[in-house]
């Protein structure tokens, strides 16, 4: 805040926010807000109070809101329920659905002190060998542990419907992805052709379960051993086929050879880490789930993730303001390798063309 008592952090009217957050949460002024980077959709902040206290503040990009997305109140359930189970994440604090505090409904959670591990030089900084090794362990033993929630005890069995997940988030993504249509026919028909290769062989959907929907190791935080202190980023958390998470998983967790990495860079190409392999056989055994026909959910998550980086690529260029905007520029040749990738994995799955 500026000496005129107004705001200087794109997405928060600090005067007001700051009244909240005292009233709410019992912050005492003056706060600070700092931006935490690396969000690319939802807006997160640090916020700092006089005596030293942090919490953390999530609220929606500042415009470009994509229908169905940035659910704040849906967000502040998610964590809320999973409280009390052994899936560690953020206690949450407070919620707020005036939009006129802040330009939009946010929420308030607690500030979890640990490592969030974005690269392969911090990846290498932060953990030796043995912490990097504990922490994949650690990783697909809470995503194991996120599958086994019983969502009716915990209060979310009506998150979403239970059945037809992939069918549904096939036409979810695919619809958002026309509506985020910048320009390029050529990455448009990628699209489009791995979309109607999937949306025709979709499995079985054998259970239902808590799904996550972009769990990896950057939407983690991580304590100083590499143990997962909390699983962050519920923002397309819903109820469906569990497999996807672990096939989004794969989708991100690089290994130090590959030539490619879905956004340029990942901190599981430091070495030390488990391989795909290991990380997919330690989650089926913790689980008990067959992951032997893991090739289709792979492709699934190449080609929603780039359905979900087009619609980020398609807000910044409306406009959006106060998200990490390093490597924009970039976003529409990843997008096309990513639907390329999802192609190969098309075919590794067998899927017809």
Excluded at 151 to 162: F, M, Q
Excluded at 293 to 303: H, I, K, N, T
């Amino acid at each position: 805040m500026n000496s005129t008592g107004t705001s200087t952090v794109e997405g928060i009217d600090e005067p007001s926010t700051t009244d909240w957050l005292e009233a709410n949460v019992g912050l005492k002024p003056p706060v600070t807000f700092a931006l935490v980077p690396g969000g690319r959709s939802n807006l997160t902040f640090r916020v700092t109070d006089s005596g030293g206290e942090d919490v953390i503040l999530r609220r929606p990009p500042t415009s470009h809101v994509l229908p169905t997305a940035h659910d704040m109140q849906r967000e502040h359930r998610i964590i809320s329920a999973l409280g009390p189970t052994p899936v560690p994440v953020p206690r949450a604090l407070a919620l707020c659905l005036d939009a006129g505090v802040t330009g939009a409904p946010f929420y308030v959670m607690e500030f979890v002190r640990g490592h969030v591990l974005r690269d392969p030089v911090t990846a290498a900084a932060t953990l030796d060998e043995r912490g990097r090794r504990h922490a994949s362990e650690s990783l697909a033993d809470v995503l194991a542990d996120l599958h086994d929630v019983d969502v009716d005890a915990a209060g979310i069995g009506d998150l979403g419907r239970r059945e037809g997940y992939l069918k549904r988030q096939l036409q979810r993504w695919h619809g958002q992805f026309d509506q985020s249509q910048l320009e390029d026919a050529e990455r448009v028909r990628l699209i489009d052709d791995v979309y109607e290769r999937l949306a025709g062989s979709v499995p079985e959907q054998a259970e239902t379960t808590i799904v996550h929907g972009d769990y990896r190791l950057d939407n983690t935080m991580l304590a100083d051993d590499g143990s997962v202190a909390a699983v962050l980023d519920w923002e397309i958390c819903t109820l469906g086929d569990p497999l996807a998470d672990l096939g989004v998983l794969m989708v991100y967790w690089a290994e130090p050879d590959d030539e490619m990495t879905p956004l340029g860079s990942a901190p599981t190409t430091a070495g030390g880490f488990a391989s795909r392999a290991e990380m997919r056989e330690r989650y089926g055994e913790r689980s008990g789930r067959d992951v032997s026909e893991l090739e289709y959910y792979v492709a699934f998550g190449y080609w929603k993730l780039a359905c979900i980086l087009q619609g980020v690529r398609a807000r910044y260029h409306g406009g959006a303001a106060a998200g990490d905007r390093t490597g924009v520029d970039l976003f529409g040749t990843q997008v096309t390798t990513l639907a390329a990738s999802a192609a190969e994995a098309a075919d590794a799955a067998g899927l017809p063309s």
